[in-house]
């Protein structure tokens, strides 16, 4: 069984020690380690079956401390960086050789973040090194959005899990990275296009196709299909299997409400990205069903982000 809890001071006893420890933050759970010692890093890529060619992102707690790690802030970085830190928003920087090659998956770049969850930002002051933490799911499946959701992926090899409740955000940061003069967001997450948009003008967002470290076609994906689409369509098409529908707001009446989980009652696209993850789980976890379908969300905010997860983990047709 792994060990639960609160105590910040075991959990960087953990990490001193090169042991690995399941962080909360606002997005989703990551599995952490020390970020500069490559024996732990190898141990988070191969607990989580994670490919080589897959770069992790650093965790810490201050723009100063970043510095110390990158060659270059961009101006546009600062800015970002000014506006969004702490919070759901990973930049990515030339690395300087402090920073092992196995983290970053052999790139020259490094991804950084300082998480907004106090509990971990506390855990991160008190420690000499950032920490490398992908999020804390098996390769390819859902990100966790509480502790229950990591045991459902692994039942060993982790020294402890920082307990910090639910994750409030609910989907994994938003990634940006500078080219020469060019901004362009590598993962749309929980920091919304539209902020974004605000705080530095129009910017560029790789699109699924585009390859990218990392860009993994079936991604974030449940291990049941999941289809999305027009509902009574995908309802009538799948008539002969036992339907899940995850719902925006309200029932359909196509099939019992046992097998129906509503995102938000009251219609919030941020509480149906807090609700998205966990529901997916549920899921699957669900005896009564065998596939799921879905529809996609309006394409602006939140739902402009969950609609990219929806297109990484569903079924093509
Ligand atoms: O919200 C989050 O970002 C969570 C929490 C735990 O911080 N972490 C997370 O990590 O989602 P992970 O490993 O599941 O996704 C990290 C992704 C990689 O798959 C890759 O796409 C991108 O970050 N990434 C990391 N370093 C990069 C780099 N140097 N250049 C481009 N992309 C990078
Ligand atoms: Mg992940």
Redesign the pocket.
């Known amino acids: 069984m792994i060990k639960i809890g609160s105590d910040i001071k075991y959990a960087k006893i953990q990490l001193d020690d090169g042991g690995l420890v399941a962080?909360p933050?606002e997005?989703?759970?990551?599995?952490?380690g020390n970020a500069l010692n490559s024996k732990t890093i190898e141990k988070i890529f191969t607990l989580k079956n994670?490919p080589n060619n897959?770069?992790?992102?650093c965790?810490t707690y201050s723009i100063d401390q970043v510095e110390k790690y990158v060659k270059n802030i961009p101006k546009t970085a600062y800015k970002l960086a000014e506006e969004f830190w702490p919070g759901?928003l990973?930049l990515?920087f030339e690395?300087e050789n402090i920073i092992p090659d196995i983290t970053?998956?052999n790139?020259s770049?490094?991804?950084f973040?300082i998480?907004k969850k106090k509990i971990t930002l506390d855990l991160l002051m008190n420690l000499e090194y950032p920490i490398a933490?992908?999020?804390?799911?098996k390769f390819g499946y859902i990100?966790p959005t509480k502790t229950d959701h990591i045991l459902n992926n692994f039942n060993s090899g982790i020294n402890y899990i920082l307990d910090g409740g639910n994750c409030e955000l609910g989907?994994?940061?938003t990634?940006i990275?500078f080219k020469k003069d060019k901004t362009i967001i590598?993962?749309l997450?929980?920091l919304i296009y539209e902020d974004i948009m605000q705080c530095i003008g129009e910017i560029k967002i790789y699109s699924d196709s585009e390859v990218?470290?990392?860009?993994f076609i079936n991604h974030y994906a449940p291990d049941k299909k999941l289809y999305v689409g027009d509902i009574e369509t995908l309802y009538h098409k799948f008539k002969d299997k036992r339907i899940g529908i995850l719902c925006y707001d309200r029932y359909y009446d196509y099939i019992s409400e046992e097998n129906q989980i509503i995102l938000s009652k009251k219609s919030s696209l941020n509480e149906a990205s807090r609700n998205l993850y966990s529901s997916l789980y549920k899921f699957d976890n669900m005896k009564s069903i065998d596939i799921i379908i879905t529809s996609f969300f309006i394409d602006k905010m939140m739902g402009k982000t969950m609609n990219n997860r929806l297109n990484k983990s569903s079924e093509k047709e």
Do not use: F, M, Q
Not at 133 to 137: E, H, I, L, T, Y
Not at 212 to 215: F, N, T, V
């Open positions: 962080i933050t997005t989703v759970y990551g599995l952490g994670r897959d770069p992790l992102i965790h759901p990973t990515i690395k970053t998956a790139l770049t490094v991804g973040r998480p933490a992908p999020s804390a799911n990100s989907i994994e940061s990634i990275g590598y993962r997450g929980s990218y470290p990392g860009s």
